[in-house]
């Protein structure tokens, strides 16, 4: 029982990034009819928010230390940083331990935009091609974007540790009566699916409860007919971008203590929230989010000793499976509505 | 009556033959190759030689891929004179007198294996027959190692493997042309076992993870024989993909499964990312029927460590070198400090075992083709089979002839708990000598190969 509420919460976890990738890449499609395959290096550049963040507030100045040798024998250079010069040891210190936090505030911005720049730069040249020219263009620029970081933050993975404070592991299993240590699960994922679900909430309230929100779903029923009311389809197209822009941002921002972020990280992710929209049904705003959960959930089970013993190699498979079953049964995809992406 | 052919002219010709047969036993010896400087793959002009580095600049192992970069271009700049002379002057072959390779400067071009053999072979493949390389070096996958060795065989040039730990390096996939300094999985199961056994006693239920590839399956294996023989008991072993990245769903079972210990038979960044994962999801806070769970990570590198941070503390593993280990263990390691100063003075931070071993098998090549005279392949295999040397770190060592393995002493080590710095993660807790490290020719996890006769190809 234990493993499998365990693998439930990993799955979950998984199916955050999934959800919050899939979401925007629903947003767009549903809303401005483009098949965004950039989506993933916006996740991408969210995490290297992230990186930069940690980076500039790390960034030190060398004191050297005589009392001390370094691996040469020579007298040990400390680094310190800035910020702990500037506002003291315990809030320079603190600011440096909580940079990924911290970067959701400066990744909004940021994302926002990178959102509009793509838009306007880009993508609205592309809204009355067909979707095979979209999908060059997206990949393309996913390309660009991904060798640009390469060339500027190298091709390892970069360290991004969450906070000090949510390090370690919390005892889940004891608020449900199970034995101590029988579900542990880390604080930062914890955080990271509370996270999720927040977003998620806010931008499923943000198009129930505001007019905005209204007519971006009016949009995506029926474009046209939105179009002949006379409302300004481009300002709303600019902002819908920018908005699925900071989700995937915001979700790659909160990943990298959960993965070192690397320069291919989004293609990684896109692959796999691509078949996620696919499974949850083209322009469907909750299947988006069910799928992701629910793929995510299935890949975590998928990896466990027992089935991997079972069925070697479903572990690598299943997400592909489970779409190849839904499509077959039901080609709209769980929660897909008639027409879209239908002849 | 028949007429004989017995004619002078057919006599000498006769002579001629016979007297060049009877001396094939003696012409593959040193000095017929050392002057024979054409007929092979790539035969270098008076001016220059180049060697090709194919090392994984992406990908799970690129830590420890830019760190043999680093040591590549260290060996070279020795070679040519320059710099401090690092290893050189420890070294026991004199042979090697800083004016290159037989009076050729070394140069070398570079590839990126992406940790993919298919990578790894196509980059080599066009140092060979591109940019000419003599011979190709690196690794850090023991998966793009066995390629690549294959690869050179063909080729007919040298490959002297880099970071390579798989037993079919140098068992079942060994070739001629092929060279390993580095240790393999049975020498870390032998030096292993006695400290585990001291450390954790003989009544273990034992939960590995393995990387799905050849040296995770090596690893695991030896592992296995070993810990099983001193009374522990594998519960499960499970495959990973490489490169994985996230191994919650590997790890989360491990805790509920009965097993009070785990072998994480990861390498490079998926060992950091395994560890810390394992930590974080409270396995090193976990208690199995009153004992302690633990964590041992069979190799260990100091990259690694550096990776992993703090989660690396009190766990055992094994090690090919370390860069303390002369100050620690004393002159037998000689070469280290000379090695360390070097790396140390050019980069800003000691060296990493992949570095060690790069910089020794450059060396090695460097110094086997200067005693025999020649950098024909088969000169060098011959030069380097059952050479005995010293001074590159690692003590007194052999290149046995039988399968191009080396022996010496193995590094058991430790994370240390409170280091006092970025560099000084890691504790040596004891040495295996190179006797008990070494194994039978015969031993059966490296039956069915073949070293084959060396190809010096065109």
């Given at each position: 029982m234990e493993a499998i509420i365990l693998q439930v919460l990993n799955g979950l976890d998984k199916g955050s990034a999934y959800a919050l990738i899939a979401l925007g890449l629903t947003l767009?499609?549903?809303?401005?009819?483009?098949?965004?395959?950039?989506?993933?290096?916006?996740?991408?550049?969210?995490?290297?928010v992230a990186v930069t963040v940690k980076r500039l507030l790390g960034t030190s100045y060398e004191v050297v230390d005589e009392t001390r040798t370094d691996f040469l024998g020579n007298p040990m250079t400390?680094?310190?940083?800035?910020?702990?010069?500037?506002?003291?040891?315990?809030?320079?210190?603190?600011?440096?331990?909580?940079?990924?936090?911290?970067?959701?505030?400066?990744a909004i911005p940021i994302m926002a935009v990178i959102g509009v720049a793509i838009e306007r730069g880009l993508i609205k040249h592309f809204y009355k091609r067909p979707h095979a020219d979209q999908i060059l263009v997206t990949f393309g620029l996913a390309i660009v974007l991904q060798e640009i970081i390469k060339a500027f933050y190298g091709a390892n993975p970069i360290p991004t540790p969450a906070p000090s404070a949510f390090t370690g592991s919390f005892d889940i299993g004891q608020l449900f009566g199970f034995?101590?240590?029988?579900?542990?699960?880390?604080?930062?994922?914890?955080?990271?699916?509370?996270?999720?679900?927040?977003?998620?909430?806010?931008?499923?309230?943000?198009?129930?409860f505001t007019t905005f929100g209204m007519v971006v779903r009016a949009g995506m029923a029926d474009r046209e007919t939105v179009g002949l009311l006379g409302i300004d389809i481009d300002r709303r197209f600019v902002i819908v971008f920018a908005i699925a822009a900071v989700v995937a941002g915001l979700a790659g921002v909160m990943y990298t203590p959960i993965l070192s972020p690397n320069y291919h990280m989004g293609m990684d992710f896109l692959v796999l929230s691509f078949v996620v929209v696919v499974v949850g049904g083209m322009?469907?705003?909750?299947?988006?989010?069910?799928?992701?959960?629910?793929?995510?959930?299935?890949?975590?089970?998928?990896?466990?000793?027992?089935?991997?013993?079972?069925?070697?190699?479903?572990?690598?498979?299943?997400?592909?499976?489970?779409?190849v079953i839904v499509l077959l049964t039901r080609p709209r995809g769980l929660l897909g509505r008639k027409g879209v992406m239908e002849d | 009556?028949?007429?004989?052919?017995?004619?002078?002219?057919?006599?000498?010709?006769?002579?001629?033959?016979?007297?060049?047969?009877?001396?094939?036993?003696?012409?593959?010896?040193?000095?017929?190759?050392a002057d024979a400087h054409t007929g092979f793959t790539n035969a270098p002009g008076d001016s220059s030689v180049t060697l090709g580095f194919n090392v994984p600049q992406t990908g799970a192992y690129a830590d420890e891929g830019a760190d043999e970069l680093r040591a590549f271009q260290l060996a070279v700049k020795h070679l040519n004179g320059e710099g401090d002379g690092g290893m050189l002057n420890t070294f026991s072959s004199s042979a090697l007198d800083g004016t290159g390779i037989l009076g050729r400067r070394v140069e070398y071009v570079t590839g990126d294996t992406q940790t993919s053999s298919d990578a790894a072979r196509s980059s080599a493949r066009s140092m060979i027959e591109r940019d000419g390389a003599i011979m190709i070096s690196g690794g850090?996958?023991?998966?793009?190692?066995?390629?690549?060795?294959?690869?050179?065989?063909?080729?007919?040039?040298?490959?002297?493997?880099?970071?390579?730990?798989?037993?079919?390096?140098?068992?079942?996939?060994?070739?001629?042309?092929?060279?390993?300094?580095?240790?393999?999985?049975?020498?870390?199961?032998?030096?292993?076992?006695?400290?585990?056994?001291?450390?954790?006693?003989?009544?273990r239920r034992a939960y590995h993870l393995t990387a799905d590839y050849t040296w995770g399956w090596s690893q695991q294996r030896s592992m296995q024989t070993y810990t099983e023989d001193m009374g522990w008991e594998t519960t499960n072993a499970v495959l990973t993909p490489v490169g994985a990245g996230d191994f919650s769903s590997y790890i989360t079972p491990v805790a509920n499964s009965g097993a009070d210990l785990l072998i994480l038979n990861h390498y490079g960044g998926d060992m950091v990312n395994s560890l810390t994962q394992a930590v974080q999801f409270g396995l090193r806070d976990l208690q199995v029927d009153g004992v302690n769970f633990e964590i041992v990570v069979p190799l260990y590198s100091e990259l690694m460590a550096r990776g992993a941070g703090s989660n690396i503390a009190g766990i055992l593993g094994s090690q090919n070198w370390d860069w303390k280990i002369e100050n620690e263990r004393g002159d037998r390691y000689a070469g280290t400090n000379a090695f360390v100063q070097s790396f140390g003075q050019e980069y800003g931070f000691p060296p990493s075992q992949a570095a060690q071993t790069c910089y020794a098998q450059t060396m090695l090549y460097a110094d086997a083709v200067s005693r025999g005279g020649s950098f024909n392949p088969c000169s060098v295999v011959e030069a380097l089979e059952g050479f005995e040397f010293d001074g590159l770190g690692n003590g007194p060592t052999l290149y046995r002839a039988d399968d191009?393995?080396?022996?010496?002493?193995?590094?058991?080590?430790?994370?240390?708990?409170?280091?006092?710095?970025?560099?000084?993660?890691?504790?040596?807790?004891?040495?295996?000598?190179r006797e008990d490290a070494t194994y039978a020719t015969d031993h059966p996890d490296f039956a069915g190969g073949d070293l084959g006769t060396c190809n010096p190809g065109a």
């Open positions: 767009i499609f549903g809303t401005l009819g483009v098949v965004n395959f950039a989506h993933g290096a916006l996740f991408m550049m969210g995490a290297f400390i680094d310190t940083p800035y910020v702990v010069s500037w506002f003291g040891e315990s809030v320079g210190n603190a600011m440096v331990d909580w940079a990924v936090p911290l970067s959701v505030l400066i034995d101590p240590f029988a579900i542990m699960y880390p604080y930062w994922r914890l955080v990271y699916f509370g996270f999720s679900a927040i977003i998620i909430a806010a931008v499923f309230a943000f198009l129930q322009g469907s705003l909750g299947g988006a989010v069910l799928a992701g959960f629910l793929l995510g959930i299935l890949q975590s089970f998928a990896s466990m000793s027992a089935i991997i013993e079972l069925v070697p190699g479903i572990n690598q498979v299943i997400i592909y499976l489970v779409a | 009556m028949s007429k004989g052919n017995f004619t002078r002219r057919n006599m000498l010709k006769s002579g001629a033959v016979t007297g060049a047969a009877l001396a094939v036993p003696t012409i593959f010896t040193g000095r017929v190759w850090s996958s023991s998966g793009v190692a066995i390629a690549v060795q294959g690869l050179c065989q063909d080729a007919g040039v040298i490959f002297m493997a880099g970071l390579t730990h798989s037993n079919d390096t140098t068992g079942k996939d060994r070739r001629a042309n092929g060279f390993r300094h580095f240790f393999n999985t049975e020498q870390s199961g032998r030096a292993l076992a006695p400290i585990l056994e001291a450390a954790y006693g003989t009544d191009h393995q080396c022996f010496k002493d193995v590094v058991v080590v430790r994370g240390k708990e409170n280091p006092e710095n970025e560099f000084d993660l890691v504790e040596i807790v004891d040495i295996t000598s």
